[in-house]
């Protein structure tokens, strides 16, 4: 069965510094890969998806098939970065399962 | 890019009841999702709502306590019924609207008393 991990809960670094958030997925198919993002009081939104390799306020994410990982990063965090980070995997039916979601907190 | 309106935005309810979240989107979609996102857990999801036909439920969940209505291409209703505190949760509604990958609404807020 397909799953999505996200090893931290909670992650908190200072204004300027590098951040990553991890995500592993298992998944017998080909995956397709999201993360979304929720900022305070703010709907769910997309946040960028592995096919389209782009970079989205400064994030990226690798796709890694052989460690079947989708990690986000950014070279300098910002305190609007701050929000809550959901990598999810597009399974069949189009259905997406949610890992359990990452707080950032950036720090001034 | 499509448009979610979901409402209630929140809502308390006694237990045994039954409250209906409804989900328009201003432009026809194809999928239409369901999800409950538990008080700090993540999201998951109940069913797909399709139209013109029952719609599809996951694992765990069963329409006769999460009746789903999908009349036409723009509209859905959850229902969650005969409730309990631990249907307390936020329920969510998506569309995968052609390039634009899955946007969401903005959820109700359900505690059940």
């Known amino acids: 069965a397909q799953r999505v991990t996200q090893p931290e809960k909670l992650l908190s670094v200072f204004k300027g510094a590098p951040v990553e958030l991890k995500c592993n997925y298992s998944?017998?198919?080909?995956?397709?890969l999201f993360w979304y993002v929720q900022y305070s009081r703010q709907r769910l939104q997309l946040l960028l998806r592995?096919?389209s390799r782009e970079s989205i306020k400064g994030f990226t994410a690798d796709l890694n098939k052989g460690e079947t990982s989708f990690h986000l990063k950014k070279p300098f965090a910002q305190e609007e970065d701050s929000a809550m980070y959901y990598c999810?995997?597009?399974?069949?039916?189009?259905?997406?399962?949610f890992g359990e979601g990452t707080q950032l907190t950036v720090n001034p | 890019s499509a448009v979610i309106s979901q409402k209630p935005s929140r809502d308390i309810c006694q237990r045994g009841t039954s409250l209906t979240i409804q989900c328009q989107v201003d432009?026809?979609?194809?999928?239409m999702f369901w999800y409950r996102q538990q008080p700090g857990q993540s999201l998951t999801l109940i069913a797909t709502?399709?139209?013109?036909?029952?719609?599809?439920?996951e694992s765990g969940f069963v329409i006769d306590k999460f009746p789903i209505s999908r009349p036409n291409l723009t509209f859905s209703t959850l229902t969650v019924s005969n409730m309990s505190p631990e249907d307390s949760s936020i329920y969510l509604c998506?569309?995968?609207?052609?390039?634009?990958?899955?946007?969401f609404g903005s959820g109700t807020r359900l505690t059940v008393v």
């Open positions: 998506s569309v995968d609207y052609p390039g634009q990958t899955y946007t």
């Open positions: 432009s026809q979609v194809t999928m």
């Open positions: 998944y017998s198919g080909s995956p397709e």
């Open positions: 592995h096919i």
């Open positions: 709502a399709n139209q013109g036909s029952e719609a599809t439920y």
């Open positions: 999810a995997l597009q399974t069949s039916g189009s259905r997406l399962t």
